[in-house]
C-alpha cells in the first residue's frame, strides 16, 4: 500500500502563487514517476505536470511558463510551485505517483498507481 498526502493548498488572488506538497509513504521500492492534475467542476482530471525518475518533465500547454514541478527522490515527495495564478486555475489538485511496491508479505513486488485525497486550489479576487 502506497499512500499520497497533499497539502498547499488555498485560497490566493489572481496573479498569486502557491506551492503543493505531496508525501508518498507505505511500501515502496520505487517510484517512477510523479505528477500532479487538476479537476475543475464539470470537467474531466487533467494533466498539470509530472516528473519522471530520470528528471524529466511534462507540462500542460496552459500551465508552460508558469508552474514548476520538482521531485525530491530521497524524501518521495513531489512539489509544484504555482505562479501567476489565474481564476481557470481553480480546481481540486490530486497528486498521483507510479511505481513498484511490496505487497502484504514485503516480498512481492506489485506495480502501484495511487492518488491522494486532493487539495482545493481557488483563485479569486
Known amino acids: 500500500q502506497v499512500q499520497l498526502v497533499e497539502s498547499g493548498g488555498g485560497l490566493v488572488q489572481p496573479g498569486g502563487s502557491l506551492r503543493l506538497s505531496c508525501a508518498a509513504s507505505?511500501?515502496?521500492?520505487?517510484?517512477?514517476?510523479m505528477g500532479w492534475y487538476r479537476q475543475a467542476p464539470g470537467k474531466q482530471r487533467e494533466l498539470v505536470a509530472a516528473?519522471?525518475?530520470?528528471?524529466?518533465?511534462n507540462y500542460a500547454d496552459s500551465v508552460k511558463g508558469r508552474f514548476t514541478i520538482s521531485r525530491d527522490n530521497a524524501k518521495n515527495m513531489v512539489y509544484l510551485q504555482m505562479n501567476s495564478l489565474k481564476p481557470e486555475d481553480t480546481a481540486v489538485y490530486y497528486c498521483n505517483a507510479e511505481g513498484r511496491g511490496y505487497d502484504s508479505s514485503w516480498i512481492v513486488l506489485t506495480d502501484f498507481d495511487s492518488w491522494g485525497q486532493g487539495t482545493q486550489v481557488t483563485v479569486s479576487s
Open positions: 516528473v519522471i525518475s530520470g528528471g524529466s518533465t
Open positions: 507505505g511500501s515502496i521500492f520505487s517510484i517512477n514517476s
